[in-house]
């Protein structure tokens, strides 16, 4: 059965090759600080995915971020919330913004990208173990699986590998590692 | 050119360019400053220690993050290798050998030693501390 899931496997990849080089795709990010301090420690994450009122609770504590100390100079906080909370999900510069609110309570304010249930579909199919493993290290790693280029942010070659995978009803877990 | 005087050039130029790459002015005065904080703070301060550097480097410590106690949790065991943060993303060599900017603009050495300490340590470290691993890390 392994080897036949390798064989569609390897028609899938074939198959969803071009197609998902495309993906979807965020904006670079434009704002001189956010580029440069979001992106020491890890990617500047597209402010897309989470909503303003995230961006406004994580920029005001920088001082534990995580569990670690990412205090930026006031002003380039001031701009780093303001660049954020504008491109945010639920902003107005953001087209398409909904599909990364669906299923987050207006009540609620994700910290993480990884709590909000759009990425957590995406992303159901990958191991705990996959995203510990010492090549990725944390599910905060995007470019460890996903394409990056020009500061965009593409959809993994896998996620299309997946979403076959889901159409024809196979688990993309066996297929993919 | 004569043979005999190509080795010696060179020697010459190796040791002017090893002394160039340590005494860089700009670290040279974020050092003193140090030096002078360091000796406000203990009289009996004399100088800093690259020992004592390396022995703060590999140390763990307690009191901050506890998943990184240590320098060495992000940077590793050796600072002329390439480090990662806990989310994954490099970090250029800390060695002054390997990076020959490092500790050169004092804005970026406060802000790294505020975060780093605290994630470590939970505190800021002393003049000392800093000053013993800028020695460390500039003989690396």
């Given amino acids: ?177 | 050119m004569n043979k005999a005087f190509q080795l010696p050039l060179l020697a010459a130029a190796v040791v002017f360019l090893t002394a160039a790459a340590v005494a860089n002015p700009a670290r040279e005065a974020i050092l003193a400053a140090l030096a002078t904080q360091a000796k406000a703070a203990d009289p009996t301060f004399t100088a800093f220690s690259s020992e004592r550097g390396a022995a703060f480097w590999n140390a763990d410590h307690t009191g901050g993050n506890p998943e990184l106690p240590s320098c060495t949790s992000c940077h590793t065991k050796d600072p002329t290798a390439e480090g990662k943060t806990r989310a994954g993303k490099a970090i250029a060599p800390m060695a002054v050998s390997q990076k020959a900017d490092r500790f050169t603009d004092q804005e970026k050495v406060t802000k790294w030693f505020d975060r780093s300490c605290k994630n470590v340590l939970g505190r800021v470290c002393t003049p000392i501390e800093e000053g013993d691993i800028i020695t460390y890390l500039s003989g690396k």
């Fill in chain 1, 1 to 177: 059965m392994n080897r036949v899931n390798w064989l569609i496997g390897a028609c899938l990849v074939l198959l969803a090759g071009p197609a998902v080089a495309e993906g979807t795709r965020f904006p670079p990010i434009k704002d001189a600080a956010t580029a440069k301090e979001c992106s020491t420690c890890h990617i500047a994450f597209p402010p897309q995915l989470l909503p303003a009122r995230s961006w406004q609770a994580i920029l005001g504590n920088l001082g534990n971020h995580f569990g670690e100390d990412a205090s930026v100079a006031a002003k380039d906080n001031a701009e780093i919330v303001a660049y954020l909370m504008a491109h945010a999900a639920d902003a107005k510069a953001t087209s398409g913004g909904t599909r990364y609110l669906k299923g987050i309570a207006t009540t609620a304010t994700p910290l993480r990208i990884t709590e909000i249930p759009y990425w957590r579909r995406w992303h159901s199919e990958v191991s705990a173990a996959r995203f510990k493993s010492p090549e990725v290290k944390s599910a905060a790693n995007c470019v460890a699986c996903h394409r990056r280029g020009a500061g965009i942010l593409h959809r993994s070659r896998a996620g299309g590998v997946v979403r076959l995978c889901f159409i024809v009803g196979l688990s993309p877990e066996r297929v993919l590692l």
